[in-house]
Antibody, heavy 124, light 108 residues
């Protein structure tokens, strides 16, 4: 069974740090891009970071310079190091697999496997 | 960044109704548009990718259409398990991958 399981969430003070982990199983982890997507309580989805199979990384401006995504293919694991946390970072964080499908000559990208999420609360 | 805007933000419908949700992109995104379903307390689930391709295992009552800037998700006959929030997402110009604000489908 294809599965993603997040861990590492919790309560942290503003300005603090937290490291999220995601354990992947049931597929060849090293062959896929991976993402973190977050969702504040009662609000919509926000893409937070991505890492390609070659280790290339991407971030939106809202977290650039504060968050670092990394992967360890030998352990089928994805990580998100979050520093200088703010109240606005409070959310459920999902680990997500990226994939694509070809319809010649194009490749269509989507996020097809999601973990159950881990909750991060930034509060004093 | 490309913005995607959904309408309506919420709707109420009865079991058996035909339901249509619209997503509009701030510029042309060809067919690079995905739809997700999220039930309360659960992770999102991919329904449709490339505007109209049904993800494996998704019931055929779900369909997607559109290209360019205007897209539609249609549920042909609403079932009790379809009450949820639906999100569109563009993958044409990414990063960033951007989501619509969501459409909540509630029971009338």
């Amino acid at each position: 069974e294809v599965q993603l399981v997040e861990s590492g969430g919790g309560l942290v003070q503003p300005g603090g740090s937290l490291r999220l982990s995601c354990a992947a199983s049931g597929f060849t982890f090293s062959s896929y891009d991976m993402h973190w997507v977050r969702q504040p309580t009662g609000k919509g989805l926000e893409w937070v970071s991505a890492i390609g199979t070659a280790g290339d990384t991407y971030y939106p401006d809202s977290v650039k310079g504060r968050f670092t995504i990394s992967r360890e293919d030998a352990k089928n694991s994805l990580y998100l190091q979050m520093n200088s946390l703010r109240d606005a970072d409070t959310a459920v964080y999902y680990c997500v697999r990226g994939d694509s499908s070809s319809r010649y000559p194009y490749y269509y990208y989507y996020m097809d496997v999601w973990g159950k999420g881990t909750t991060v609360t930034v509060s004093s | 960044d490309i913005q995607v805007t959904q309408s309506p933000s919420s709707l109420s419908a009865s079991v058996g109704d035909r339901v249509t949700i619209t997503c509009r992109a701030s510029q042309s995104i060809s067919s690079y548009l995905n739809w997700y379903q999220q039930k309360p307390g659960k992770a999102p689930k991919l329904l449709i990718y490339a505007a109209s391709s049904l993800q494996s295992g998704v019931p055929s009552r779900f369909s997607g259409s559109g290209s360019g800037t205007d897209f539609t998700l249609t549920i042909s006959s609403l079932q009790p398990e379809d009450f949820a929030t639906y999100y569109c997402q563009q993958s044409y110009s990414a990063p960033p991958w951007t989501f619509g604000q969501g459409t909540e489908v509630a029971i009338k």
